[in-house]
C-alpha cells in the first residue's frame, strides 16, 4: 500500500469566507497595535505576523504591500475612533460640554491602560509625514476632518442648549481642539503621565465658558 502525503500550498488563504474575514481583521488589529507602538517606518512586517500568530504567505494574499496594508489600518483605526467619539458626543443622558468631557477622560484612561506606549495612531503617523508615502498625506488630513466634524457637532449643539455663545466658531474650535489634544497625547506618551491630557482640556473647556 502506498501512502501519499498532500502538503498545502504555503500562504494558502483560508476556503470559508469566514476564515478570510477573520484573518484578515487578524492582521489589521495587530498592524494597529504595532504601527501605534513602534510607527510605520520602525515596524516589520515580521513583527506584525508575529503578533497576529499568521504567515507571511497569508499577509500577501491579503495586501500588495506594506503600504497598501498601512491604508487599510488607518481605515479601521479611523472608523473606531469615529465610533468612540459618537458613543460620547451624542450620548443625550449628559449636557454636549459634558460629552467632550467624558470623550478626553475615556481617552485618558486608554493611554493609560497601555502605560501611555500607544496614543493615537493617526498623530503618531502624523510625526512620520515627511518618511510616508505621499499617498498617506491626504488620508491624514481627511480622518482629522471627520473628527473635527464629530467635535464641531456637539460644539454647535452646545450652542443651541446654551451652554455656549452663539458668538463661537464651532468648527474653528474644533480644528484648534484636535491640534492641542494631540500635542497633549503626544507629550502625555513623552512623560507618561496624563498630566499633559489634564491641562489641555481644562483650559480648552476654560475657555469656551470664558464670559
Known amino acids: 500500500m502506498v501512502m501519499t502525503t498532500v502538503m498545502?500550498?504555503?500562504g494558502r488563504p483560508p476556503k470559508h469566507p469566514d476564515q478570510q474575514r477573520d484573518t484578515r481583521e487578524t492582521l489589521i488589529r495587530a498592524g494597529v497595535e504595532i504601527l501605534t507602538e513602534q510607527g510605520f517606518t520602525a515596524s516589520g512586517l515580521d513583527a506584525i505576523l508575529k503578533r497576529a500568530g499568521i504567515p507571511k504567505g497569508s499577509f500577501y494574499y491579503y495586501f500588495s504591500s506594506k503600504e497598501s496594508f498601512g491604508k487599510d489600518v488607518l481605515s479601521s483605526y479611523s472608523e473606531?475612533?469615529?465610533h468612540k467619539l459618537k458613543k460620547h458626543l451624542l450620548n443625550e443622558s449628559l449636557k454636549p460640554l459634558d460629552r467632550i468631557m467624558a470623550f478626553s477622560e475615556d481617552a485618558k484612561n486608554g493611554m493609560a491602560k497601555y502605560n501611555f506606549k500607544r496614543g493615537c495612531l493617526v498623530g503618531n503617523l502624523s510625526q512620520e509625514i515627511t518618511t510616508l508615502p505621499e499617498s498617506y498625506r491626504l488620508i491624514l488630513i481627511h480622518i482629522f476632518e471627520k473628527w473635527q466634524y464629530e467635535?464641531?457637532?456637539?460644539?454647535?449643539?452646545?450652542i443651541q442648549q446654551k451652554q455656549l455663545s452663539p458668538e463661537h466658531?464651532?468648527?474653528e474650535l474644533a480644528e484648534f481642539f484636535w491640534i492641542g489634544w494631540e500635542g497633549a497625547v503626544l507629550r502625555a506618551g513623552i512623560?507618561?503621565?496624563?498630566?499633559?491630557?489634564?491641562?489641555?482640556?481644562?483650559y480648552f473647556m476654560a475657555g469656551l465658558t470664558k464670559t
Open 80 to 82: 473606531f475612533f469615529v
Open 8 to 10: 498545502k500550498k504555503r
Open 191 to 202: 512623560e507618561q503621565d496624563s498630566y499633559p491630557l489634564d491641562q489641555f482640556i481644562k
Open 169 to 171: 466658531n464651532c468648527d
Open 151 to 158: 467635535v464641531a457637532t456637539c460644539l454647535e449643539l452646545a
